[in-house]
Structures are given as C-alpha cells and as structure tokens.
Nanobody, 128 residues
Framework: QVQLAESGGGLVQAGGSLRLSCVAS????????MGWFRQLPGKERDVVAV?????????YYASSVKGRFTISRDNAKNTVYLQMNSLKPEDTAIYYC????????????????????WGQGTQVTVSS
C-alpha cells in the first residue's frame, strides 16, 4: 500500500507561480513512475505531467502546460514536485498526484488507469 499526500495548492493571480509537492510512503519510491493529473467538477481527470522512475529521465507534459510546468522528483525525500509558472485561469482545478508501482521500462504512461495509487488532491485556483 502506497500513501500519497499532496501540498502546495492555493489561490494565485494569473501569471503567478505555485509549486506542488507530493510525498509518498514506502521504501521503493525510486522504482515508481509518478504523475500529476487535474480535474474540474463534472469533468474527466486529465494528465498534466508524468515522470519515469529512477532518475526521472523520461517526462511527458500535456500540450496545455508544456513550457510552463516542470515535473521533478527527489528520491531521497520520496517526493515528486510540479513547478507551475505563468499560471492561467484555465489551470484552475484539483490537482492529484499518482503512482505507478510497476512501470513498464520505468515509464508510467499517460492514462489514469495506469496508476494504482492516488492522493486526495490539492486545489489550485488562478484568478484573472
């Protein structure tokens, strides 16, 4: 069982920045592929960014956030981060951290079905 705890959400003006953190339980964090997803009420949960296991050499970003968001990981701290810059009102959502504990070739994939464990989410609100 892996527990994930997100933090760092909040209210920010358009153009501002936030950094989300997600701390995972367990001793095998470096072997997990990790992802950030977001969801609006009544909408499907969509991928924001994912990072491969180990050193995180493989990343993927949704086209809507590419160039503005950066995913990274610190295996010594069991933590994955999402640095969000140049935030826009359309980035407003609940952001979820997710773990794939058996990633194929270290890459967890972009689909929600590929991640077995989820955090409770953190609200990000961007005002115009």
């Amino acid at each position: 069982q892996v527990q994930l705890a997100e933090s760092g959400g909040g209210l920010v003006q358009a153009g501002g920045s936030l950094r989300l953190s997600c701390v995972a339980s367990g001793r095998a964090f470096s072997s997990y592929a990790m992802g950030w997803f977001r969801q609006l009420p009544g909408k499907e949960r969509d991928v924001v960014a994912v990072i491969s296991s180990g050193g995180g050499g493989i990343t993927y970003y949704a086209s809507s956030v590419k160039g503005r968001f950066t995913i990274s990981r610190d295996n010594a701290k069991n933590t994955v981060y999402l640095q969000m810059n140049s935030l826009k009102p359309e980035d407003t959502a609940i952001y979820y951290c997710a773990a794939n504990t058996n990633p194929s070739s270290g890459y967890g994939g972009r689909g929600t079905y590929e991640y077995e464990y989820w955090g409770q989410g953190t609200q990000v609100t961007v005002s115009s």
